[in-house]
């Protein structure tokens, strides 16, 4: 992991170092790439690959999918096999410990406890001459989440992205989990029931999102996609964005922990590991302006990795993302954090709160020593569905107002369009649009 300083570097090169990648600049690795055309026949990008995928899933239907399912999950089945049965919620509902089920329904609670408070309402007002504005939030018929299941299971992200959208009252979730040998965790099922999902496919990747966004012979299309995936599915998200509406292009896990002396250096490193194991391409970054924490977390870090059973993913995320960076003061943390604007900025200071007003872009932030970012991730409340990739500049959390959309409403009286007709007929005629003078022009006769 490397430590750097921005005294012997300066600022430009530090903020250069903090710029991350477009997600779609990521390369696949040499195994992948070649897993990929011994699977396929020629050796593709990722985002050829992905066109390609969408493109049959588009025009082929069921018939793709079941093809690409069996190419890349190693599942052969019909297409009936892959909607879970109420016989596979009974199942892991056998097999689930009660214990993790009751946790799950805490998580759950909290998670609609949160978003009922962010529901927005419509409204309307009064104006001149009686006329009357508004706006109507509605929401939307049919949404798709995904679901990752890959390296590991996610029911806390079922929980994320479901329950959102039931709060906002949306008319049906259909939920694409990837398969592992066959099947979907029983957890991630459980968790399903828990935020109202009932239709599940056991469908994982591109194949998945295009067949969410154009529907097939037996999967409906949906009005929007959200949920994080890996890059494929990254991919076909922007593939498919126009014909449905997607949250967010999302790319590995990060993490940022703005640190000052006071912070404790164990703390730290776990809170820097938690990240780096779900992906070795996770970024984990510690800002601080005390160079003997600095020392300290790395140490610690090294000690911690060797007794992680995902120590190889982490290792590797840490030797390719790990970045320790010795900043002249606070100040300066605060403006790198900005530069890299992380999914998970962790204020691990003396007086946290003082320094919140300085944060502009990051997904969430969590204040203190006793609030790491795994306690967003299961169970505060707010949701862990995050901008990455610097795009926290411009793109919120998933939240309630994801899953609805905003219709104007406009009521004007006869005597308030006669009050502005003739600035309605100049501003028309000004753009050559006589067609739109004419309909006002036309009443104004009658007024």
Avoid at 52 to 72: C, H, N, W
Avoid at 142 to 162: D, E, H, K
Avoid at 275 to 297: C, F, G, M, N, Y
Avoid at 407 to 436: C, F, K, M, N, W
Wanted: aromatic content about 6%.
């Amino acid at each position: 992991m490397k430590i750097v300083k921005a005294s012997e570097l300066g600022e430009a090169a530090i903020n250069k170092m903090l710029q991350k990648p477009a997600f779609d600049e990521v390369e696949l690795s040499p195994k992948i790439r070649e897993a990929n055309k011994a699977t396929f026949g020629k050796d593709m990008t990722a985002a050829e690959l992905v066109a390609q995928i969408v493109r049959d899933v588009r025009f082929e239907g069921d018939k793709a999918v079941l093809r690409y399912t069996k190419l890349i999950d190693k599942v052969d089945c019909d297409i009936k096999d892959l909607l879970v049965t109420e016989e596979e919620f009974a199942a892991a509902e056998k097999q689930a410990d009660p214990e993790v089920v009751a946790s799950l329904k805490k998580a759950a609670e909290n998670v609609r406890r949160y978003h009922e408070e962010q529901k927005p309402n419509s409204w309307m007002t009064y104006r001149e001459h009686g006329s009357l504005l508004g706006q109507s939030l509605i929401p939307l018929d049919r949404v798709g989440i995904y679901v990752p299941g890959g390296t590991a299971a996610y029911p806390s992200s079922v929980i994320m992205n479901a329950m959102p959208a039931v709060v906002a009252g949306v008319g049906e979730i259909v939920m694409m989990v990837p398969p592992k040998n066959g099947a979907i965790n029983p957890y991630v099922l459980i968790a399903a029931r828990l935020a109202g999902v009932r239709k599940i496919y056991k469908i994982g990747g591109a194949q998945a999102i295009a067949a969410l966004a154009f529907g097939t012979e037996t999967i409906p299309r949906v009005d929007k996609i959200t949920g994080p995936g890996n890059i494929f599915v990254t991919l076909a998200k922007k593939e498919v964005y126009g014909h449905v509406d997607i949250d967010m292009l999302a790319g590995p896990s990060e993490i940022l922990i703005v640190a000052d002396e006071s912070a404790d250096p164990v703390y730290t490193a776990a809170d820097m590991l938690s990240q780096a194991e779900h992906d070795p391409l996770a970024s984990s970054i510690v800002i601080t302006d005390s160079e003997k924490l600095a020392r300290q977390v790395a140490i610690e870090a090294e000690n911690q990795l060797q007794k992680l059973p995902r120590q190889e993913i982490a290792r590797a995320s840490i030797e390719r993302n790990g970045l320790i960076v010795i900043a002249d003061n606070m100040q300066q943390a605060l403006r790198f954090a900005n530069t890299s604007a992380p999914e998970h900025l962790e204020l691990l200071t003396r007086e946290p709160f003082q320094l919140l007003p300085y944060v502009r872009h990051a997904g969430a932030v969590f204040l203190g020593a006793y609030s790491p970012e795994p306690l967003g991730d299961y169970f505060a409340g707010p949701n862990h569905v995050l901008p990455t990739g610097g795009t926290a500049r411009y793109y919120s959390v998933l939240n309630v107002e994801t899953f609805m959309k905003r219709t104007s409403l406009i009521s004007y009286t006869q005597p308030a369009l006669e009050a502005v007709s003739e600035d309605i007929i100049r501003l028309a005629e000004t753009e050559g649009l006589q067609a739109h003078a004419n309909a006002i022009r036309l009443r104004k006769g009658k007024m």
